[in-house]
């Protein structure tokens, strides 16, 4: 399945939750993450993220995307990567 991570946390977090989305995802732009993941690794990364944050001061949101969708991407982008997902 493909994933889009975005988040939402306190600047004491943020590195460590980057650091740990690096780990599993491909870096978009600023407090977005994106990839292709099996179950497991989906379920890895929830309980990462749980571990991590804050969830009285945090947010994190995770789209699950069946299929393969069509991205598109407009104006100057942090991290250029094509066709990630």
């Known amino acids: 399945m493909c994933i889009i ?3 939402d946390v306190n600047v004491s977090r943020v590195n460590k939750v980057k650091k740990f989305l690096r780990q599993h995802l491909i870096w978009v732009q600023n407090s977005v993450f994106e990839g ?3 179950l497991a690794e989906y379920e890895r990364i ?3 993220i749980k571990e991590l944050i804050d969830e009285n001061e945090d947010s994190v ?3 699950e995307l069946r299929g393969k ?3 598109e991407s407009l104006g100057n982008r942090e991290n250029p990567v094509e066709d990630i997902i």
């Open 61 to 63: 949101i995770i789209y």
């Open 69 to 71: 969708p069509k991205r």
């Open 36 to 38: 292709e993941v099996t």
């Open 5 to 7: 991570v975005v988040y």
């Open 46 to 48: 929830k309980k990462g």
